[in-house]
């Protein structure tokens, strides 16, 4: 298929893992990353073959045809919009806005213009997680019950050079590494019903530890720690996560059933061990490996091989864009995930429970046969040191 003409938004830390992606796909074509100072990424636009432009001169070219937003989170909606109203599809990285109403005047926009629009996190393409869908589906647990997750960390400063964003509102953890779970949950689950949460901060003030910056105090000014539980049609999670935990502690997930439980792999990535417990069988790990996005396709920061397709929704719109398939993370699912993680800190800023208003049916899965052009056209292998934060 001819490419989709991209232009990128942004160019920080997060920024090499979207750009290898895309120059390496055939179903992409990267023409301009733009930034406030185009100078200043110069060197980084001709290393990936594009022009460095300003945010304007980006939105007026008529040959872009889909912008990827790679810009922080409280600057999404106004990114997302103009990208809209100049006439581009949009991807955008988590949050796609940070309010239900934001995020469905920007979908109603879209609808209108004739556009479509997409979100990470696409991490639950992955093998691990598409494992753990199809036991599911197939019965391996029996009737779900009820599900947890925990995600805790000391603070993002331990290996972000410019933490302090999501220490200030539109950074809180639920729309930072909440999206992860959240999706990996409406994936296995479908649509949340119902949120109620509580929260905290375990400190008022926290210095950078890395970077050009490091012993640079700054201030809180958001809750730190959300304790929740989202309502399904059929169970129940309840889902902490927090960033007042000295030491890393993380359970991805497990979902407990009638007759037995499911183990996932951590939603920040796409592999992982998935396994179903149920006695009196032993512990039977999922097969992942006739999944898609499988195969380890670079090294990490430590040397180890691991599946990493971040991309791989951005590709699904460009199939849709060319084809008039149906991505995965259409304007109903964005709509959703961005109305859970508005729900998970409005309930705890006013006690009360959230009965969620919008809806949206789980993504189809992955299927070798029906998606091998996704598969195909998502990534060919690059070995590129990531950046830890970016997980």
Known sequence: MEPVRIGVVG?????????????RSPALDLRAIATRDPQAIAEKATAFGARAVSVAQLLADEAIELVVNLT?????EEINGAALEAGKHVYSEKPFALSLGAARRLADLAERRGLLIGSAPDTFYGSAHQAARKALDAGAIGKAVFGTSFLGLPGLELFHPSPEAFYRPGGEPPYDAGPYYTTMWINLLGPV??????SGA?????????GPRQGTPFPVTVDTTFNTVLEFAEASVSFIISLDVVVPTLRPGE?????GILAMADPMFFGGEPAVIAPPAPRMGLVTADQGFATPNRHDHTGRAVADYRGAGLVDLALAIRTGSRHRTGAEFIVHSVEVMEAIVRSATTNSVIDLESTCERPATIDLQSDAALIA???????????????
């Open 72 to 76: 922080p989170g409280v600057a999404h």
């Open 202 to 210: 375990g400190k008022s003030e926290r210095t950078i530890l890395r």
């Open 377 to 391: 056209l998502t990534a060919s292998p690059f070995d590129l040191a990531e950046s830890a934060w970016a997980h």
């Open 193 to 198: 019903k119902r949120v109620f949460s509580v």
């Open 11 to 23: 160019a920080g830390d997060i920024s090499p893992v979207y750009l290898n992606a895309i120059t």
């Open 255 to 259: 979902l407990f059933g009638s007759d």
